[in-house]
């Protein structure tokens, strides 16, 4: 309608010309101005949703009648607000409208209205607002200045929308009373201390001039909250709530009280917190003191840890050099032993077959020799391997003349390990470039990494600072296995078949452990470090022992043999905890020992067999080769049985009386001369017997195993009395004597029933002296 426009127009006029209005002079004002400002836009919302609700005439007249009547201070309410916006609009249309005058700087700016385009900006600089509580309000001064007397026919239809208005204000009422609270965040103490002064003395009235008030955010009225979390404030009154010096009193005494309470708990947590402080700091000293330098054993150990770790990290790269050079070492020793031993084979079958009987060659082809080989081609190899032979046994006798040992001397009895210069040429040749190759394997590695002094000097600082851990740690049972590869690198050159070989322990690295551990505090019995040497010996000694035995060493040179068991015995004597038949590298050693006299028993004893009718030329080949043969028998035999006390008796028994007596001697026994030989021949063989063989034997009876020898003994003085028969005396007296030495010698092996047997049967009556003499 055009009620309708007249009044929408006007209060947009009214709106633009709030917005335009200044800021007010004093800081009270500004206050009042911001909740005038929030009052303005719920009243600016409040009548837009006014405007959408139909509006009866009754209602428009009523508003209309009450502009007059309004008092200084009440809230205008929607239909006045209504009316007022058409008697507006109407005046805009009938051309007598009359701006509003507005008090310089007792207005607001407020927000322009976008959609009012009809105004001229210079009148709207000029309606300008005031609201304040002393004056009336704005909404009043409009009213007066519209002087709305009449209402507009489509407002006064009916009478029947004053109910409804009159519910709708209560509806207003009730939201504006029911503001919800926002959740705070702090306690209601802690906001009371710093919102207190906000909005106290500041009503919601005082800049729109309406008497009610809100109630002080923080009062004590408010400190009560709802468990709806809504913000209750006061029931709209028409004074302000009067701030009395109680009031203000009463609150800096609780704000007062608030403090101190405060203070006090944080004096109490400051308390608390100084007492843990100090509690904290004796903790520290009391740990630090019983610490009992934990830091520098940590720090020691992973330095040891480091360092052991680098050890390992080089001997993993160097120990396969080592063994590669160490196994070239072997090779090379190897090949010279095993050179010399068959050369002596060479020789043996040389001779053999050179005076061997003429009956078998006939059987052969006429280009081969009795072991099949090519005639011509093997004349030429066996005329070169005489000469050097035949050289080699005139150097030694030469040099038995020199020393005076020619009477003593037996052919056969000397070992035939002359070598030739080439071939000591290239063995040193060879054995200088391995050694010089070893010099070089720690060359590119710190001294702290392969000297034993230093090594040793690491771990012994470990047992004196730290003994606990070293024990733990089992180092007493890992540093034979750590200096293993340095050891076996200094015993590269260690051979104790050769004269000149240095004993193991007057080597370096044997002075350097051998006081390892020894501290001048009583030892543990388990402690693993008193056995360093004795186990170093047994994982490094032994098995270098083993190999020497199993390639190297030569049963048929009395002299390697003498040396061999030398340095076992001291093994056996000097370190009996590991060198006793229950370790296994003893075991493995003795193994070696025994193989290796089998495989000479099988493949190097060789006697041969010739009528009588040969041998009696004594000048003769085959009779000086047979003589060779048996003494070398004999030497064989002795060497074997130097290994007395070292080896078990069964064994020792089997190998030299059973294998070499019985099965060879005895029958060169045979085929010797009855009388002064045979006797020599006899006692060199009974001299290499163990003497402890017979000394606790009981009875008249000797060892079974010689039982063959004692009947060819007997059977040697039978012969000889024979022989003596129609002989002249000095003949008959040189028998009586070779029985005499029969009897004796049957004696000293034990075989006393023997004996009393030869004695009875050639009237021997000396036989008591002669057992005695034994």
């Avoid at 709802?226 to 009463?250: A, G, Y």
């Avoid at 011509?376 to 030694?396: D, F, I, N, S």
Wanted: net charge negative; hydrophobic share 30%.
């Amino acid at each position: 309608s055009c009620a309708k426009k007249i009044v929408f127009s006007f209060s947009l006029t009214a709106e633009q010309a709030i917005e335009k209005t200044g800021q007010v002079k004093d800081a009270n004002q500004e206050d009042g101005a911001a909740n005038s400002e929030q009052g303005e836009e719920e009243m600016e919302v409040e009548s837009e949703k006014e405007e959408e609700k139909p509006k009866t005439g009754g209602a428009f007249s009523s508003a209309l009648s009450s502009l007059n009547v309004l008092r200084p201070g009440e809230i205008p309410d929607a239909a006045f607000i209504h009316a007022a916006r058409k008697k507006r609009q109407m005046a805009r249309e009938l051309g007598d409208f009359t701006p509003i005058d507005n008090e310089p700087g007792k207005g607001r700016l407020v927000r322009e209205d976008e959609n009012d385009a009809s105004d001229d900006e210079d009148d709207d600089e000029k309606r300008r607002i005031v609201f304040s509580v002393k004056e009336k309000s704005q909404r009043q001064k409009i009213a007066e200045e519209i002087g709305i007397e009449g209402s507009d026919d489509e407002a006064l239809v009916t009478g029947e929308q004053d109910e409804e208005l009159s519910r709708w204000e209560q509806e207003q009422i009730r939201k504006g009373i029911n503001i919800p609270q926002v959740q705070a965040s702090q306690p209601t103490e802690l906001n009371n201390l710093y919102y207190h002064n906000s909005y106290q003395t500041m009503s919601y009235g005082s800049s729109y001039g309406i008497p009610y008030t809100y109630a002080a955010y923080g009062s004590s009225e408010t400190k009560s909250q709802k468990t709806d979390n809504t913000l209750p404030f006061k029931t709209p009154s028409n004074e302000m709530t009067p701030v009395t010096i109680d009031l203000v009193k009463k609150q800096l005494k609780d704000r007062l009280d608030s403090m101190k309470e405060l203070n006090k708990a944080n004096q109490q947590q400051h308390e608390k917190h100084q007492q843990s402080r100090e509690d904290s700091t004796k903790a520290i000293e009391r740990l630090e003191g019983s610490s009992g330098g934990t830091g520098e054993r940590y720090k020691f150990l992973q330095e040891m840890r480091g360092y052991v770790q680098d050890l390992l990290e080089c001997f993993s790269e160097k120990v396969p050099l080592i063994n590669e050079l160490e196994s070239a070492m072997h090779q090379l020793y190897k090949q010279r032993a095993s050179r010399l031993v068959q050369r002596r084979q060479d020789d043996i079958k040389d001779e053999s077959s050179e005076f061997s009987s003429h009956s078998s060659k006939a059987l052969m082809a006429p280009n081969l020799d009795s072991f099949g080989r090519d005639r011509a081609l093997y004349q030429e190899h066996v005329k070169r391997r005489t000469a050097e032979r035949e050289a080699r046994r005139a150097r030694r006798r030469q040099a038995r003349e020199q020393t005076g040992k020619m009477t003593d001397h037996f052919e056969g009895l000397s070992s035939d390990d002359e070598e030739t210069s080439t071939d000591i040429t290239n063995f040193n040749m060879e054995r200088d470039r391995i050694l010089k190759e070893s010099s070089k394997v720690f060359e590119d590695v710190l001294e702290s990494f392969y000297s034993i002094d230093c090594i040793k000097s690491q771990f012994e600082a470990w047992r004196s600072k730290y003994f606990s851990s070293y024990k733990d740690a089992y180092i007493g049972l890992c540093l034979p296995k750590l200096f293993n590869p340095l050891i076996r690198l200094q015993l590269f050159t260690w051979t104790p078949l050769e004269g000149k070989c240095q004993d193991f322990e007057s080597m370096l690295w044997f002075e350097s452990l051998l006081f390892y551990g020894c501290e001048e505090q009583e030892q543990e019995k388990d402690d693993a470090d008193i056995s360093l040497l004795p186990t170093i010996v047994e994982r490094v000694v032994l098995p270098k022992l083993t190999v020497l035995a199993e390639s190297i060493w030569d049963p048929f040179s009395t002299t390697q043999t003498s040396r061999m068991v030398a340095v076992t015995q001291k093994l056996v004597n000097g370190y009996p905890s590991v060198v006793n038949a229950e370790n296994k590298n003893t075991q493995t050693l003795l193994k070696a020992l025994l193989l290796r006299m089998r495989r000479t028993l099988d493949d190097d004893v060789f006697m041969p067999l010739y009528p009588k009718n040969v041998l009696e030329n004594k000048n003769s080949g085959p009779y000086l080769f047979f003589q060779r043969q048996f003494w070398s028998s004999v030497k064989l035999l002795g060497n074997f049985l130097q290994w007395y006390g070292i080896l078990s008796n069964k064994t020792l028994q089997e190998l030299s009386i059973d294998g070499l007596l019985n099965r060879y001697i005895l029958m060169a026994f045979q085929n010797s001369e009855y009388g002064d030989d045979s006797i020599k021949k006899a006692q060199s063989v009974i001299a290499c017997f163990p003497k402890q063989w017979f000394t606790n034997l009981k009875g008249d009876k000797t060892i079974s195993q010689l039982e063959n020898l004692c009947r060819y003994l007997v059977h040697l003085a039978d012969t000889i009395y024979r022989n003596s028969i129609g002989c002249s005396d000095v003949e008959k007296r040189n028998a009586r004597e070779h029985i005499k030495q029969t009897v004796k010698l049957l004696a000293s092996i034990r075989a006393l029933d023997h004996a009393v047997t030869v004695a009875n049967d050639h009237n021997v009556k000396e036989l008591k002296v002669l057992i005695e003499g034994k």
